[in-house]
């Protein structure tokens, strides 16, 4: 079998001082801000992605509006807006850090070319010339966003210097330094185009990998397989290797259930924001209004005030519709856009109906396949909505990730939210950004960019501070090889033993794995299937089915390079899984109503865990430690800006 000539990989060995890992929003805007830091300083940064950073990460497709400006509203509000959705524990020191910096980003945005829809009268006037956006909602901007990534990509290549960029490298290790444990030394990866290892010393890196999806069985599966709302290619990478070298996770019980236009995945912001559409259930009544009241049972309704109910609320409260037969939910597109059209001349209803349909063209294209392919004209038909899978993220609507350290310049931070490094983790030189921080989500697209930024100025005065690290690898690059290309191995090990080349006792194909990890995931760590129901027994049955999927992981066969990068992204999801279900299991309450419900437990119980969960990982033995830590309000509830905390412009 001569086409499987790919078993032994040239190895590329670089240093750096500081490498980026991801292409994405926070890696593009550490790539554009750390230049200016490290302007003289002779730093040498790289950045490595996994894919080509013109359309790599979550922005991939375009989006349709920046769900984080603040305009005129002041960044204390924003941090009681993000605590309120995300039911109350929320670092609110880096929360308040994304609000005071993220406007500058999207003024960079315009900058650099992308349209951002402005209000009658101001049109051609630029943010920064104090030109008024169309805000869908409070927080919320219109943009014509189809080549968002394109935009902000170019300018982060151009700040970085192509040079120094690598593409379709897909990094599955870092590594603690062999001298100093508490510290990262580098990483490894593969390219996913050439037989060739990378490895990578640095004294300091930028994880921001995004989040992880597939976890979970997706609702499409068979014929819809490989649609989902998040990016496909996001898999935990950051998770799983930051909890490989020991980094601190916090509130990984965390995930978001997206509701979703059904089957296309199509987002609902701009429909229930700047449209003004109503969701219904099967029998034309406002289940949130009906609901509302429900609310009370298992004291749910303490995070329900203020303007927004949060978004797992908004979902409880369509669950219990859904669960109890009252479906399918309709969202009423007919209805708003008749409304909006009552004020509307024939010349802007067409507007109007375009806007409609550019909403998912400019986003989520596959939702236009769904509504085309159904013959659906959404000033006609009313869409169905549906709650997606579950997916881990710290940047949308959900907060898991990493425990970082917060800036030291705002008043009442406590001393363990900040021990060094704005956006260090708590391995030294290991930092992130984006889907990476956990505790502070809503941060978007326009704040994980600005995370990027932040991140990078700490990343440069890091190697200011420390010039002399040498950093030391703690294994073998024979060793490194012989791990990254096992499953390359087992494949040309075993694969004349049988006829069939899927078949096989001595390998396990990634797409199989995948299928298994899904399967326990879904039907015990509350998926879909039970309706994100899930107790103590079926995680302690999910835990050791786990055992023995892990064991079986190392099984994985590569027969090409493609399966090479789908073995390695089912084993970032497994440890970015099992650290979800471990937290699940440590949390013993209903946090996330409507994303998951603990059923042996389904009150919220301010009085016992009104508290971050962090755990530790320790790759060597496999075992998880898992503990409480103290949550501190930082923004009073209902005042203005306190003291201290201005609003700090672009200067990081
Ligand atoms: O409509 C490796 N998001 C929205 N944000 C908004 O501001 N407005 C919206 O309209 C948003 N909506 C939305 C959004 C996302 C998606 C998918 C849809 C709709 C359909 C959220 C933002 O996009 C999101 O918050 C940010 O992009 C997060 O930024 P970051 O940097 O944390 O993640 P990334 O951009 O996905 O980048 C990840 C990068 O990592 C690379 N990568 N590289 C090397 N080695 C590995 N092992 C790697 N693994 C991954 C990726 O290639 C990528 O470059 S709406 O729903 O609300
Ligand atoms: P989505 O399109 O669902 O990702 O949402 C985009 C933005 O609108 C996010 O900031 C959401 O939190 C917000 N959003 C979506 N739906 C609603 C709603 N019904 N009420 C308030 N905010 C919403």
Redesign the pocket.
């Known amino acids: 079998m001569s086409e499987y000539t790919f078993g032994n990989p040239e190895v590329v060995e670089e240093e750096c001082d500081i490498l980026l890992?991801?292409?994405?929003?926070?890696?593009?805007?550490a790539a554009f801000e750390i230049m200016k830091w490290a302007e003289g300083t002779g730093l040498n940064i790289k950045l490595?992605?996994?894919?080509a950073?013109d359309r790599?990460?979550?922005?991939?497709?375009g989006?349709?509006?920046?769900?984080?400006y603040m305009g005129e509203n002041d960044p204390a509000e924003y941090v009681r807006y993000v605590r309120g959705d995300l039911m109350g524990i929320t670092r609110e020191d880096l929360v308040y850090d994304v609000g005071r910096h993220v406007d500058d980003a999207v003024h960079n945005f315009e900058d650099w070319g992308l349209p951002i829809w402005k209000q009658k009268g101001d049109e051609g006037k630029k943010l920064r010339d104090g030109g008024k956006p169309v805000r869908s909602g409070r927080w919320?901007i219109m943009i014509n966003?189809e080549s968002y990534?394109w935009i902000v990509a170019e300018a982060a290549k151009k700040a970085l210097g192509v040079e120094n960029i690598r593409e379709r490298?897909?990094?599955?290790r870092l590594f603690t330094d062999k001298n100093d444990p508490s510290r990262v030394s580098g990483c490894a990866?593969f390219s996913v185009r050439e037989n060739k290892i990378y490895i990578y010393r640095f004294k300091t890196c930028l994880l921001?990998?995004?989040?992880a999806v597939n976890v979970f069985r997706p609702r499409s599966v068979g014929e819809g397989t490989g649609r989902a709302?998040?990016?496909v290619?996001?898999?935990g990478?950051?998770y799983a290797?930051a909890a490989e070298c020991g980094a601190e996770m916090t509130l990984m019980e965390n995930r978001f259930v997206?509701a979703r236009f059904k089957d296309g995945?199509g987002?609902?912001?701009?429909w229930f924001l700047l449209f003004k559409a109503k969701a219904m259930n099967a029998f034309g009544e406002d289940y949130q209004e009906k609901n509302y009241e429900l609310l009370k049972d298992n004291g749910y309704d303490r995070y329900a005030m203020g303007y927004a109910m949060g978004t797992c609320l908004r979902n409880h409260l369509m669950m219990i519709e859904m669960r109890e037969g009252r479906g399918p939910i309709f969202m009423d597109t007919p209805s708003a856009m008749a409304k909006l059209a009552e004020t509307m001349t024939p010349r802007e209803i067409k507007h109007l109906e375009a806007e409609a349909w550019e909403d998912f063209l400019d986003?989520?294209i596959g939702q236009c396949g769904v509504w085309a392919g159904e013959n659906i004209e959404p000033d006609k038909e009313m869409s169905e909505l549906m709650p997606t899978e579950p997916y881990l993220?710290?940047?949308?609507a959900g907060c898991a990730g990493l425990w970082c350290s917060g800036p030291e310049d705002l008043p009442g931070t406590p001393d363990h939210y900040h021990w060094g490094y704005n956006r260090m983790t708590t391995v030294n030189g290991l930092f992130t950004?984006?889907?990476?921080v956990g505790a502070s989500g809503h941060?978007?697209?326009?704040?994980?960019?600005t995370?990027?930024r932040i991140a990078a100025k700490s990343m440069v005065q890091y190697c200011k501070d420390h010039p002399d690290i040498q950093p030391e690898l703690p294994m073998s690059t024979d060793e490194i090889v012989e791990e990254i290309y096992r499953p390359v191995r087992t494949f040309l090990e075993h694969k004349d033993y049988t006829t069939a080349i899927d078949i096989n006792p001595h390998y396990i194909t990634p797409k199989m794995l995948q299928f298994r990890l899904q399967k326990i995931m879904d039907e015990y760590v509350a998926g879909v299937s039970t309706w994100y129901q899930t107790n103590r027994q079926m995680l302690e049955v999910a835990e050791k089915k786990m055992v023995m999927l892990k064991e079986d992981s190392l099984k994985m066969r590569a027969k090409d390079l493609h399966e090479l990068l789908r073995a390695?992204?089912n084993y970032?999801r497994i440890i970015a899984a099992e650290a979800h279900m471990q937290h699940i299991k440590f949390r013993k309450e209903t946090r996330y109503p409507g994303y998951y419900y603990r059923a042996d437990f389904r009150d919220i119980n301010d009085e016992e865990w009104k508290c971050f969960v962090n755990s530790r990982y320790d790759r060597n033995t496999g075992e998880w430690e898992l503990k409480k830590v103290k949550w501190k309000p930082l923004i009073a509830v209902g005042e203005k800006e306190p003291e201290g905390m201005k609003h700090m412009g672009p200067d990081l």
């Open positions: 890992i991801g292409g994405g929003m926070a890696a593009c805007g490595v992605d996994k894919a950073m790599s990460g979550a922005v991939a497709q989006l349709s509006a920046i769900n984080t919320q966003g990534k490298i897909f990094i599955v990866g921001v990998a995004g989040g709302w998040y990016p290619w996001n898999a990478s950051t290797m997206p995945y987002p609902v912001g701009a986003m989520t993220l710290g940047s949308h950004g984006g889907d990476g941060k978007f697209s326009s704040g994980s960019f995370e990027g390695w992204e970032h």
